[in-house]
């Protein structure tokens, strides 16, 4: 069986409940073959989440919902919460959830604590004291917006990428996130991350325990960032940050990148939790 083969059936299966003999379990599936990162209309997805399902099935992964928790979801009490996550155990997704570090988070973390696993992203900024959301970078990198004029608060580079290390600090001081997100998607610096702030990000993450993304839709980090990461002992997981039917499960930079650096496979981030079906 390939090690697609064995994740779709790892995604797929249902079981009937009582009656039946108790079947095998199925492989876990090859840890190249998880998509952790996908959005579903719990937020800014296109999809619901047995959408998500099917799309992950038909591509031979084992998927996650990661949707916003904050800004961009509609996840507003604990009852939405328990929603969220019934939609994910029936549909053989994982429970993830995406936060926005630097946005003051509301939820108790026993809401969150019953997630698989917590993706950490920065979607703005905090500079003097105003919140600086990226949707507009974002927009331009999507091709869906011809130009991009940061705003004058991003102007010093330097200020700018230690605000946002600190971000990502905070972030992982305040909430038990697994992954970082799309860690390199920041306006002004996406194309020439300073190695220094490289090795100082790829640091705090393995002092911390933490995985880098991957991510499908961005294309980020860069290869020079990831051999780095590799050589300082990261771990590593993949999102395709899928918010549509073209778009979720699309892992083909994650590999393309796994491949051309020999990513091991023990250097993949796995969800502890199982998968509920
Ligand atoms: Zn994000
Ligand atoms: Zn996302």
Same mark, same amino acid.
């Given at each position: ?7 779709? *059936? ?10 039946? !003999? ?8 090859s840890p190249f073959a998880y998509d952790l990162h ?14 998500? =399902?099917?799309?992950?099935? =038909? ?44 946005? !003051? ?46 705003? +004058? +608060? ?11 290390? =600190? ?53 980020v980090p860069r290869e020079d960032f990831l051999q780095? =990461? ?27 990148? *796994? ?5 091991? +496979? ?12």
């Amino acid at each position: 069986m390939t090690a697609a083969a064995a994740a779709a *059936a790892g995604a797929g299966e249902t079981r009937a409940e009582g009656g039946a !003999p108790p079947k095998e379990k199925p492989p876990e599936p090859s840890p190249f073959a998880y998509d952790l990162h996908n959005h579903s209309t719990f937020s800014d997805g296109q999809l619901a989440p047995d959408g998500v =399902a099917a799309v992950g099935k =038909a591509k031979g992964l084992a998927v996650g919902l990661a949707d916003h928790a904050l800004l961009h979801g509609q996840l507003r009490s604990a009852a939405d919460f328990a929603i969220y996550y019934a939609a994910a155990d029936r549909n053989g997704l994982f429970r993830g959830l995406e936060i926005d570090l630097g946005v !003051p988070l509301t939820w108790p973390l026993r809401v969150l604590e019953q997630a698989d696993y917590l993706i950490g992203s920065l979607h703005g900024l905090e500079l003097d004291g105003r919140y600086h959301p990226f949707i507009e970078y974002f927009n331009h990198r999507l091709g869906l917006q011809d130009r991009y004029e940061p705003p +004058a +608060a991003f102007a010093d580079r330097v200020r700018f990428l230690d605000a946002a290390l =600190a971000a990502f600090k905070k972030g992982l001081d305040d909430w038990p996130i697994a992954i970082l997100g799309h860690c390199t998607l920041l306006p002004v610096v996406e194309r020439e991350v300073p190695p220094d702030w490289a090795e100082a990000f790829i640091k705090l993450a393995v002092d911390r325990g933490v995985a880098i993304e991957i991510s499908g839709l961005w294309r980020v980090p860069r290869e020079d960032f990831l051999q780095r =990461a590799l050589e300082l002992g990261a771990t590593f997981s993949f999102g395709s940050d899928g918010h549509t039917r073209g778009t979720v499960g699309e892992i083909d930079y994650c590999r393309e990148m *796994a491949e051309k650096l020999g990513l091991p +496979a023990g250097r993949m981030y796995v969800p502890k939790g199982k998968r509920r079906r």
